[in-house]
T-cell receptor, first 109, second 112 residues
Framework: AQRVTQPEKLLSVFKGAPVELKCNYSYSGSPELFWYVQYSRQRLQLLLRHISRESIKGFTADLNKGETSFHLKKPFAQEEDSAMYYCALVDTGRRALTFGSGTRLQVQP | EADIYQTPRYLVIGTGKKITLECSQT?????MYWYQQDPGMELHLIHY???????EKGDLSSESTVSRIRTEHFPLTLESARPSHTSQYLCASSGMGDTEAFFGQGTRLTVV
């Protein structure tokens, strides 16, 4: 069965520090992975997807099939990055998302 | 404006009551989903639909039921609410050829 694991419930960093939010997955086949973000009092929204290979708000994520990881990184954290971050995997059979438990990122001034 | 709407945002209701959580989207999407999320936990898929008259159960067993009579509308019903149903319910939709899901604001349900 497919599974997404986010080992950290909370990650606290200072403004300007590098950030890495960890995501590991188990999936037989070629995965399609996403990062979703939920800012305070806002709805869950797509941050980036691995197939687009783009940088959004300074965040990037690289799919590492050998380590079955899709970690989210940003070189210099900003206070406005404080939010809940969810890693997600598409179930190719149902075309529905399987989510990890989320990591709360706190960026302190 | 294309969007996905959930009502109510918050609901406190007594045990044994029947409730319906509404979800509507004006995005022209065929696929719709319901997720359940307890605080600090992952989102669990409880129902999904590929289109009108299509409904399927998700990963998490749920006593709720859904219907899809119109493309834009995907309500979730609990015939007899219990305290164990207390949770946040998120509705989402996506286009048939796409995997990006768009989420509503959610309904936070408390059963007392």
């Amino acid at each position: 069965a497919q599974r997404v694991t986010q080992p950290e419930k909370l990650l606290s960093v200072f403004k300007g520090a590098p950030v890495e939010l960890k995501c590991n997955y188990s999936y037989s086949g070629s995965p399609e992975l996403f990062w979703y973000v939920q800012y305070s009092r806002q709805r869950l929204q797509l941050l980036l997807r691995h197939i687009s290979r783009e940088s959004i708000k300074g965040f990037t994520a690289d799919l590492n099939k050998g380590e079955t990881s899709f970690h989210l990184k940003k070189p210099f954290a900003q206070e406005e990055d404080s939010a809940m971050y969810y890693c997600a995997l598409v179930d190719t059979g149902r075309r529905a998302l399987t989510f990890g438990s989320g990591t709360r990122l706190q960026v302190q001034p | 404006e294309a969007d996905i709407y959930q009502t109510p945002r918050y609901l406190v209701i007594g045990t044994g009551k029947k409730i319906t959580l509404e979800c509507s989207q004006t995005m022209g999407h065929d696929k719709m989903y319901w997720y359940q999320q307890d605080p600090g936990m992952e989102l669990h898929l409880i129902h999904y639909s590929y289109g009108v008259n299509s409904t399927e159960k998700g990963d998490l067993s749920s006593e709720s039921t859904v219907s899809r009579i119109r493309t834009e509308h995907f309500p979730l019903t609990l015939e007899s609410a219990r305290p164990s149903h207390t949770s946040q319910y998120l509705c989402a939709s996506s286009g048939m050829g796409d995997t990006e899901a768009f989420f509503g604001q959610g309904t936070r349900l408390t059963v007392v």
